[in-house]
């Protein structure tokens, strides 16, 4: 299984980022993906997620600034952040979790930095 992260970079603040993740070894269809982050010297939180059939879910923070997207046929997903802000510095990481909720896999991560 590989989630392979791009897109991180360093922005100013205001500016837009979209990060991928493309996956492999997986029934992609079959797994909720989500975003989350992890910021120096705080616990990963989850940013954001998207089942099979699109529904989405975001943190209250990024509501209204970030859209997650997935293509099944594609296997990849996607994480759109407009209007960034520096509290939304962080290592970003893809994650691939399964229906049956016990298979759970991690990309490698991508570092997003906003400069204010």
């Known amino acids: 299984v590989q989630l392979v992260e791009s897109g991180g970079g360093l922005v100013q603040a205001g500016g837009s980022l979209r990060l991928s993740c493309a996956s492999s070894?997986?029934?992609?269809?079959?797994?909720?993906m989500s975003w989350y982050r992890q910021a120096p010297g705080k616990q990963r939180e989850r940013v954001a997620s998207?089942?099979?059939?699109?529904?989405?879910n975001y943190t209250d923070s990024v509501k209204g600034r970030f859209t997650i997207s997935r293509d099944n046929a594609k296997t990849t997903q996607w994480l759109q952040m407009n209007s960034l802000k520096s509290e939304d510095t962080g290592v970003y990481y893809c994650?691939?979790?399964?229906?049956?909720?016990?298979?759970?896999?991690w990309g490698q991560g991508t570092q997003v930095t906003v400069s204010s």
């Open positions: 070894g997986i029934i992609f269809s079959h797994h909720i």
């Open positions: 994650n691939a979790r399964h229906y049956n909720g016990w298979d759970n896999y």
């Open positions: 998207v089942t099979g059939s699109g529904n989405t």
